[in-house]
């Protein structure tokens, strides 16, 4: 709806724009054909006044169509003198345009032509314009603007720039609408195809784990431990793809509801060394340990969620580090209303480019910056929701050693 009220908007103002540019066209018409007129009678005016005439009280001129004009001098005229008038008056005029003349001849009974003048071509051509005679006139000259239109145009560069910038900007519009919706249906269909693929997946890994674990119970199996060593991979191995399928779908459902949070008054520094236990027992070799400023820390958080945000930063860390991984998590006090919680690793560090990528869904670091991971690049995609949602800032850095800190700002 946005989308339309905005295109509507830009069209109206392009439509007016044009309305306004088709009347300064007219008015720069009829302010040519005032200056037209006036330089015209100032021409009659030094005809008469080299034949030592008087100027006569009727008006001389008469305007047959937008670019052509009839001169009645009613008294004899040199041709090289018209000529010689009409180009300095038009040069004292300012009128720059190119134009042609012809003169009636009392002897043939026909309109002769003159010359074409032009003030910005070396070279003068003739036109193939038919001077029609008018009748009861004798001493008349005609003259014809060809560039007329032209000169108009020339004249409001302001306007014509203007509505250019303005069908630029819409059709910049259009394509971004275009784009938009293109994306959103691409967008749709991934969210479509993921959501098929992982139900899909998540019946025959169901199978697998109800037939592994019966397998695992089994007597012959414990008693063979090259059986049992490869049920039980059996087993890690499944547990794991259902548990990064069932985060495929948490993120796609996010997506489209993001998840309820249920905040209540939290210790922080107890969370953080729950999680830190848990996350030991399943890395063994990880050295994981806190450190705070004060004895406690009360915040105002989602339990759940914000244990899961933990693990995800802590696994991520220990994935991303070539060497015995080691994270300590920083609680410190930055203002009465703030807090930041630091998790800093010997990890192999990233670039400045992919600090800000990192949180982007599905964005993996190439595997040339260290080893291979597994995973679906969702994990600091899920970590920045949640903070989001918890209306706190995180931000991530790495250090010229290398190492990976992750910065999380939030208010008390």
């Known amino acids: 709806m946005a989308l339309l009220l905005g295109l509507v908007a830009i069209i109206g103002i392009l439509v007016m724009q044009l309305v306004w540019t088709r009347q300064a066209f007219t008015t720069e018409g ?40 009839i001169v009645n001098v009613n008294n004899d005229f040199d041709a090289d003198v018209l000529e010689y008038c009409l180009r300095t008056e038009f040069e004292q005029s300012n009128l720059l345009t190119d134009f042609e003349y012809a003169i009636y001849n009392c002897g043939s009974d026909e309109m002769v032509y003159g010359n074409y003048i032009s003030f910005g071509e070396k070279e003068r051509k003739k036109s193939a ?128 509801t993001p998840p309820e949070l249920h905040k209540q008054k939290t210790d922080l520094l107890l969370l953080l060394r729950k999680a830190v236990d848990s996350m030991e027992q399943l890395h063994e070799k990880a050295i994981l340990k806190t450190e705070s400023e004060l004895p406690e820390y009360w915040v105002s958080a989602d339990e759940f969620h914000f244990t899961n945000l933990v693990y995800n930063l802590i696994d991520n860390s220990v994935k991303y580090c070539n060497t015995t991984p080691e994270i300590t998590i920083y609680v410190r006090k930055i ?34 910056k260290g080893t291979d991971v597994n995973g679906f690049g969702l994990g600091l995609y899920y970590v920045k929701k949640i903070c989001q949602l918890h209306q706190w800032e995180i931000k991530a850095e790495s250090n010229a050693a290398g190492g990976l800190s992750v910065f999380i700002l939030m208010p008390i």
């Open 129 to 256: 314009f038919h001077f029609p005679k008018q009748k009861n006139l004798v001493y008349y000259f005609a003259i014809r603007f060809p560039k007329e239109s032209n000169y108009l145009l020339g004249s409001m560069k302001f306007w014509l720039a203007l509505t250019f910038i303005l069908i630029v900007i819409l059709l910049i519009y259009l394509y971004s609408i275009f784009t938009i919706l293109q994306q959103k249906k691409y967008s749709e269909l991934q969210k479509d195809f993921i959501n098929n693929m992982t139900h899909e997946f998540k019946t025959p890994l169901s199978s697998i784990l109800i037939a592994s674990n019966y397998l695992i119970k089994q007597d012959n199996i414990h008693n063979n431990p090259r059986l049992e060593k490869y049920t039980r991979i059996i087993i890690e191995q499944s547990t794991k793809l259902n548990n990064h399928i069932g985060k495929i779908l948490d993120i796609a459902r996010s997506d489209e």
């Open 335 to 368: 203002n009465p209303n703030k807090l930041s919680i630091e998790f800093a690793d010997n990890g192999i560090g990233l670039a400045k480019k992919e600090l800000a990528l990192i949180f982007n869904k599905f964005y993996r670091v190439p595997k040339q």
């Open 30 to 69: 009829k302010k040519f054909g005032q200056q037209v007129h006036i330089t015209l009678l100032r021409v009659v005016d030094r005809l008469y006044h080299y034949n030592n005439n008087v100027f006569p009280l009727k008006n001389p001129i008469n305007k047959i169509s937008n670019d052509y004009y």
